[in-house]
């Protein structure tokens, strides 16, 4: 190991590798490596691999480490791998609308870049600030606009990829129609880092959009929802980009003090809804907003409803929605992320709910979501967080999945943590082709391994 740092650092140069105290000065989650590689070009990543593929050594490959499942966990028997310097923006291309960034760049700076040049990139999570362009990749992030704009994938359209041994493939495309022989770019997207290490991405950016409408509405019913979602997609002629569903008891806890959210509805339905619109004409988008919401009130689908007036307003009600940390007040908790058609959605959170209650009479459950892209996330607080406990209430959680063709993780991705459920979501076949792949991309298994599956 050590004679390997040594090379390392001669390519990489001082600042370019950090091993003991400088590495202990870094905010690193679930384990530190022996080392930790710092390269400033797609060269400087080659390099570095060829030489940790030559030695057989593992390499972990960070983006802003605010992954929730442990995809980043590492050890002193390996190397781990960070593009936090390289992060510029490349190019932006207003006719071809598209951006070219280097993978290090926070998914903050590539919004606010496009917005500045009149543009939207769509994908938002709530790390934004954070999470680097390169992470959002490896992971297929999804976020507030799913429904709108699709997942991380939908938003690339050409990338650069260091394989296992060092080898670079560029395909910075930057058109949307390229039906010539596989889409390569895909391999690399949600692996998690396991298959290539994504270097440089040509991102599809969006007319920034001229209207936002947005209002929080009230239903009683499951099946309201989702005649409420139907009737908006509908009627709002694609405009709909963002559909958030709180339970009433999630509601009710970011809605009520210590929470700093003050509720615009009261604490009277069974489901609350978040509802966005974005379109190209402020007056002509409001007054269709307006009447659509009018109508499912007249017919009973929706009790009750408050629109934004300013953008403090739609900021307000989106930090009610994104306020998650309350959950704390029920610690110690475990957080799920999952999918669900949203026909078998009811059926679930009910029996998932009626499990808990009979497994641990004062649990708390808390739900929330997108829904309208089919993706729960689920709190739950049972009294301790004992690795038993936790293994209990993970399998209350996803044994509802498999029969109702939901997916243990929507999009948080796999990991170590979700490892053990992989099958529960995908078939026998699926994984030994994954299986195939990584061992066609990366022979010798350094990248990542022991995530997603078994080594």
Request: hydrophobic content about 40%; glycine content about 10%.
């Amino acid at each position: 190991m050590s004679q390997l740092i040594e090379s390392l650092q001669s390519q990489l140069g001082e600042k370019g590798v950090l091993t003991g105290d400088l590495l202990a000065e870094k905010f690193i989650p679930h384990g530190c490596p022996a080392a930790l590689l710092r390269p400033q070009t797609t060269e400087e990543v080659s390099q570095a691999l060829k030489l940790c593929h030559e030695a057989s050594q593992s390499v972990i490959p960070y983006g802003g480490l605010t992954g929730l499942v442990e995809a980043t966990a590492s050890d002193q028997s390996e190397i781990a791998i960070s593009l936090e310097r390289m992060n510029q923006i490349e190019e932006i291309d207003i006719e071809s609308r598209t951006m070219t960034v280097q993978a290090g760049v926070p998914l903050q700076v590539v919004q606010e870049a496009a917005d500045k040049a009149d543009m939207l990139f769509p994908l938002d999570i709530g790390a934004r600030g954070s999470a680097t362009i390169g992470g959002n990749v490896s992971t297929n992030a999804g976020g507030n606009r799913v429904i709108r704009y699709g997942m991380m994938r939908d938003q690339i359209l050409g990338m650069e990829v260091v394989l296992a041994d060092g080898r670079v493939i560029t395909s910075m495309n930057k058109i949307i129609k390229n039906n010539t022989g596989y889409d390569l770019k895909q391999l690399f997207v949600g692996a998690e880092g396991t298959l290539g290490i994504v270097t440089r991405i040509v991102l599809r950016l969006r007319p920034k959009p001229k209207s936002q409408q947005m209002a929080f509405v009230g239903v009683n019913t499951f099946s309201e929802v989702t005649r409420v979602l139907n009737l908006l997609d509908g009627a709002l002629g694609g405009s709909l980009s963002a559909f958030e569903v709180l339970w009433k008891d999630y509601y009710q806890l970011v809605t009520t003090a210590p929470a700093e959210g003050k509720p615009p509805l009261a604490h009277d339905y069974g489901y609350y809804i978040l509802v966005e619109a974005l379109g190209g004409d402020e007056q002509s988008d409001e007054e269709r907003f307006l009447n659509v919401l009018a109508e499912a009130m007249e017919e009973g689908t929706i009790a009750d409803a408050v629109v934004a007036q300013s953008q403090g307003e739609r900021n307000a009600m989106w930090a009610i929605r994104d306020d998650v940390g309350q959950v704390a007040q029920n610690w110690p908790i475990f957080a799920f992320d999952i999918s669900v058609p949203l026909n078998q959605m009811e059926s679930y959170v009910a029996e998932l709910t009626a499990e808990l209650d009979e497994r641990w009479q004062d649990n708390t459950c808390m739900v929330f979501g997108h829904l309208g892209d089919g993706n729960l996330h689920i709190i739950v607080g049972m009294g301790e967080k004992s690795a038993e406990a936790k293994k209990a209430v993970e399998q209350v959680v996803y044994s509802g999945l498999p029969e109702r063709g939901g997916s243990v993780s929507a999009e948080h991705g796999i990991g170590v943590q979700k490892k053990a459920y992989l099958s529960w979501s995908r078939s026998t076949d699926e994984i030994a082709l994954m299986q195939m792949m990584k061992t066609a991309l990366d022979p010798k298994g350094i990248l990542n391994p022991g995530k997603i599956f078994s080594s």
